[in-house]
């Protein structure tokens, strides 16, 4: 058998190729990442050349490539003049894999964070909502965003920790359904905080509200002789 690829990729395996006996395996630009044992192994004939290593960032679809992916530009011409997509490639510097991804922008990201109350003022026991908006308002994709929100004291629900992909124009909403804990002081000030952080630059949003201050009665004291 012999194997010629012109535009490899081989991420994220145990072994990336193996060359049998009797087969031949011809790799001109080869992009190797995270293959855990070896990248090629066997007894057959192998022919390597233009070898790279590096992240292919890939989308989490798993071909699509992502802003700094070491496979952009760093294949050479081999005469296919579209990609998986039917997308036009460039026949001089195509990138490596499945997906030529063209020019990039640059992402630019803001976060934003409501609270819905069950109860205004809210009082312990009572149920809220958070909503928690990743926006990507730029013209690049954004690999990678880490988004971060542990619940304070006296919130009731599952903290948020989420590492995703943005891409160019979209946003992504997360929610939180909490309670407000029946131990909470009547009074309380709450304030949640959630994070974003990613190589373009990170940011945060924040919220506060108060518990239902306690209701006090007051009665006359009458003394009798």
Same mark, same amino acid.
């Not at 590096?54 to 679809?61: H, L």
């Not at 991804?101 to 630019?108: E, H, L, R, S, W």
């Not at 976060?111 to 149920?127: F, S, W």
């Given at each position: %058998?012999?194997?010629?690829? &012109?535009? =490899?990729?081989?991420?994220?395996?145990?072994? +990336? $190729?193996?060359?049998?006996? =009797?087969?031949?395996?011809?790799?001109? !630009?080869?992009?190797?990442?995270?293959?855990?044992?070896? *990248?090629?192994? +066997?007894?057959?004939? %192998? !022919?390597?050349? *233009?070898? #790279?290593?590096?992240?292919?960032? #890939? %989308?989490?679809?798993?071909?699509?490539?992502?802003? +700094?992916?070491?496979?952009?530009?760093?294949? @050479?011409?081999?005469?296919?003049?579209?990609?998986?997509? *039917?997308? /036009?490639?460039?026949? /001089?510097? &195509?990138? @490596?894999?499945?997906?030529?991804? +063209?020019? #990039?922008?640059? &992402?630019?990201? #803001?976060?934003?964070?409501?609270?819905?109350?069950? *109860?205004?003022? $809210?009082? &312990?026991?009572?149920?809220?909502?958070?909503t928690i908006v990743m926006n990507n308002n730029g013209a690049g994709n954004a690999i990678g965003v880490v988004v971060s929100d542990t619940l304070p004291s006296y919130i009731d629900g599952p903290d948020l920790y989420q590492t995703v992909d943005i891409t160019a124009g979209t946003s992504l909403t997360f929610t939180l359904n909490a309670s407000l804990s029946n131990n909470v002081p009547f009074g309380e000030v709450i304030t949640n905080t959630v994070f974003f952080s990613h190589i373009s630059g990170s940011g945060q949003d924040s919220n506060v509200f108060s518990v239902k201050e306690e209701k006090k009665t007051y009665l006359p004291i009458i003394l009798k002789n």
């Open positions: %058998m012999n194997l010629h690829n &012109p535009y =490899a990729v081989t991420s994220g395996h145990s072994i +990336g $190729i193996t060359v049998g006996v =009797a087969s031949t395996a011809t790799l001109n !630009s080869v992009l190797w990442f995270n293959n855990t044992i070896t *990248n090629i192994t +066997g007894t057959g004939v %192998m !022919s390597l050349s *233009n070898q #790279f290593t590096g992240d292919p960032v #890939f %989308m989490t679809d798993g071909y699509h490539l992502g802003s +700094g992916s070491t496979a952009l530009d760093r294949g @050479l011409s081999a005469g296919i003049t579209t990609d998986i997509d *039917n997308e /036009t490639r460039s026949l /001089t510097t &195509p990138d @490596l894999g499945a997906d030529e991804a +063209g020019d #990039f922008g640059v &992402p630019q990201l #803001f976060i934003t964070k409501t609270v819905q109350l069950g *109860n205004n003022p $809210i009082q &312990p026991g009572d149920p809220l909502t958070y």
